[in-house]
Structure formats: C-alpha cells, structure tokens
C-alpha cells in the first residue's frame, strides 16, 4: 500500500538542465555586452566546466570565470552577468509536462506528498515557490536538514519521519538512479524513475518502474493500491 509519494526537485518535477543552460546563455552575453572580449561556445562550456567541478548550486561561478579569463575580477562585467542569469532563471524555471494535475490528484487521493533534494536549502524552497508548489507538500527535505547527500539513507529516513508514513509505504520518484533509487531502496521505498529528466543515457535504472511521464505514477497507485 502507498501512502506517500516522495519526489527529487531538479530534473523531476522542474527541468533544471533547461533553465541553467538558458540562465548561462544570458549571463555569457550580458558579460560580454559589458565589455568582456570572449567568445560564446568556449566561455558556455568553461562555465558548465567549473559547475561540474564545484557543483551545480556554486554560487561565485561568474566570478571564477572571469578571473580565469582575465587575471581580474571586474565588478561592472560580473554584475551584468549575475543580472542577465537571474532574469533568465526566473524566465525559464517551469514545471514538466503533467506535473500540476498529477500533484493535485496524488493530494485528492489523500496521499502525503514529499520532496527530498541536494539542492541547499534557500535554492530548492526558491524554485518551490517560484513555481507554485509550495503549498502541496506535506514536507520537504534539503541537504541542510540532514547534511547528507543522496544516496545516503539519511534523507530518506528524515522525510519518512516529517510525513509520519513507513518507507515500505512510500514511493519514491527521481531522475538520478545512484542516488534516488538506490538511496530509497536503502529504506525499504518502491522506487521510480524519471526517465523523462536522465540527462545521463541511463539504460538500466534498477527501479521497481521507469516513467516517460509524471501523470504515470497515477497509473502505478492504481497498482500498488488496488484500487
């Protein structure tokens, strides 16, 4: 019996990937529009360089760059960029396809709806409530409630803890395997995969279901749950 849906935050419910490439894009041409002599593919793949390297939520990458490019640090040029990426980010931060519907249905269902993310606490309650979902969840876990990243069992168990439901009663959605299923799967959670947000080719996920649409899950309730 499902109680409880649990879902990862970037590449799940909202298309991350989309947005940072299109926020980077911007902040690329506000930089050089403010007078920095670069050209656009190395600087794009420089910048998505450093992100990999120190990770997605790195907050001084602009500053790196630009130090990197040019043995200073210009406050006009960064600045232009920082403006540029956050009109961008703001622009192009949204849902996939069928996510409302399927939450407010999961929620009329009278299923506790979670979220367990990476994402650093400010960051992930902002894209929350940037795209309006924060009112639909029961609880939502980040890195700074636990201090432990994905796969460890931590968040998981926190987030069982917040919605008063037993992982073996809870579902667990994300587009990452080594992480959110196999974390999930530590606690005894069924487990599906987000196919429609890997962005790393993934032929064998090793969860109990793999979606090319949210508004599956609606079809796997009906399953687990007998209805």
């Known amino acids: 019996m499902i109680n409880a849906v649990i879902f990862d935050l970037d590449n799940t419910l909202l298309d991350f990937m989309n947005m940072k490439n299109k926020a980077v894009e911007?902040?690329?041409?506000?930089m050089i529009e403010a007078g920095l002599s670069v050209e656009f593919d190395p600087a794009f793949d420089k910048i998505f360089?450093?992100?990999?390297?120190?990770?997605?939520?790195?907050?001084e990458?602009?500053?790196?760059?630009i130090k990197f490019e040019t043995g200073s640090l210009d406050y006009k040029i960064l600045a232009s960029g920082i403006v540029a990426y956050r009109k961008a980010k703001e622009a192009s931060l949204?849902?996939?396809?069928?996510?409302?519907?399927?939450?407010?249905?999961l929620s009329k269902w009278g299923l506790k709806l979670g979220v367990v993310s990476d994402a650093p606490s400010r960051e992930a309650w902002m894209r929350i409530c940037s795209v309006n979902l924060h009112h639909i969840f029961d609880a939502v876990v980040t890195f700074h409630d636990t201090g432990?990243?994905?796969?460890?069992?931590?968040?998981?168990?926190?987030?069982?803890?917040l919605l008063d439901i037993?992982?073996?009663?809870?579902?667990?959605?994300?587009?990452w395997?080594?992480?959110d299923v196999i974390g999930a799967k530590k606690v005894g959670m069924k487990t599906a995969f987000a196919k429609y947000g890997d962005v790393f080719g993934t032929e064998q996920s090793g969860a109990d279901y793999d979606i090319m649409d949210i508004k599956e899950l609606l079809k796997i309730i009906y399953k687990e749950n007998n209805l």
């Open 26 to 30: 911007a902040a690329i041409n506000g």
């Open 49 to 59: 360089e450093i992100y990999e390297s120190k990770g997605w939520e790195y907050q």
């Open 61 to 65: 990458v602009f500053d790196e760059f």
């Open 94 to 105: 949204i849902l996939y396809p069928n996510v409302n519907s399927t939450l407010i249905t």
């Open 148 to 161: 432990m990243h994905k796969p460890s069992p931590e968040p998981f168990k926190r987030i069982s803890t």
């Open 166 to 175: 037993p992982p073996e009663n809870s579902l667990m959605i994300g587009d």
């Open 177 to 179: 395997p080594e992480r």
